[in-house]
């Protein structure tokens, strides 16, 4: 379907608006916008786009593509430790559905140090939300322990219900940590608290605070070049590409958190001297402890496409010495031959197509400039579960005019793509169908499509490669979209 957008996109959303009721109406305007002028004298930011609505309730009866607070503790933040066991504590059907979903790779023998694609549950029948669940989950814990002795801990990722029965998963904790003298995690990340996944992020972390950063820790050779990556969960390898360029500059990775990552890391990181952090969103909080108790700066960094590499190597590196300054120079001028063969070959066939945006954590704003290197135009984007911070740092990373939309719904996306028809499509798998059958390229930007990793210099290549085989496939001339059919 085609439509002339020269009254530009506030038109857009006022008709896509109009299919709601007035109440409904009125509630989702304030999630959807334009990015309007920067600020004056405001040299770094490109548009400002923080006047969108965020971090707050889905309006019910719409098809929200938000995931819950377990969702945001066990499947992004706890579920890649990979040398602990994580139980979904509750019904087997929240742990299968966020089972092995998001590819974090980490390196280890799976079943015996590493667990990472394995399920556990507690498997909650009637009687258990009768009597409780207390003694299903200290014998489960037992069962692991037995199973698994290399194992160096257990999270508790509680589900729905643990919250509405009362299961003091605490006090469980305490026992069984004295029981099997193993760092026991409890998590009251039950999916009806909060607004979205953002809650189960923040809860992540706190728990991480009480349960894990007083632990000992292993024993490492300290120096003064010593970072941890955090908010990295190594979707397709992404944490390894980052780790390379940040040892080729001369640093000392002490972990990676969680993607890749062990207890021992997590238990070690107030040791390091700096933290860098890629999701912001889900990891700020823990950051800021540590800045705030162990004396750990922490700073933001971006490794997605060369522009934003370079830039945020400087920057790292401006926080150490000139050894540390001379050695990001060199390995910027190392890749740049790399990065001039990527444009050859695929700037000419991406320059100036159009995409649209809608993903969680950093990647709306990130991999815009990714984009940008590429000549490709971001004419949409948005997050799921951003908070007001997310939309003023997007404002850094897009320009004027580009549509904005907050925890934006099933119908609301398919009538954007439907009406700007733009060249490629990144979001998650519930969109994914969906846009292809109109037509549309499409690629699935929580995990890659099954591709990766995306971070670094050889990761920008492959990111490249499959943003051409996704626009420029012959498929998408072979069948025609739903509304040029004839009945």
Known sequence: MAKDLEDGYETLIEEVLSAYPKKAQKKRAKHLGVAGPAEAGDTEILSKCDTVKSNVKSVPGVMTIRGCAYAGSKGVVWGPVKDMVHISHGPVGCGHYSWSQRRNYYTGTTGVDSFVTFQFTTDFQEKDIVFGGDKKLEKTIDEINELFPLSKGISVQSECPIGLIGDDIEAVARKK????????????????????????????????????????????????YDVNIIGDYNIGGDAWSSRILLEEIGLNVVGSWSGDATLAEMENAPKAKLNLIHCYRSMNYICRHMEEKHGVPWMEYNFFGPSQIAASLRAIAAKFDKTIQDNAEKVIAKYQPLVDEIMAKYKPRLEGKKVMLYVGGLRPRHVATAYDDLGMEIVGTGYEFAHGDDYKRTGEHIKEGTLIYDDVTGYELEKFIETIRPDLVGSGIKEKYPTQKMG????????????????????????????????????????????????
């Open 177 to 224: 940590k004295k029981d099997v003298n193993k760092t026991i995690v409890p998590v009251r990340c039950e999916g009806f608290r909060g607004v979205s996944q953002s809650l189960g992020h923040h809860i992540a972390n706190d728990c991480i605070r009480d349960w894990v950063l007083e632990g000992e820790g292993s024993e490492f050779e300290a120096s003064d």
């Open 440 to 487: 549309i390229p499409f690629r699935q930007m929580h995990s890659w499509d099954y591709s990766g990793p995306y971070h670094g210099y050889d990761g920008f290549a492959i990111f490249a490669r499959d943003m051409d085989l996704a626009i420029n496939n012959p498929v998408w001339g072979m069948f025609d979209a739903p509304w040029k059919k004839s009945a």
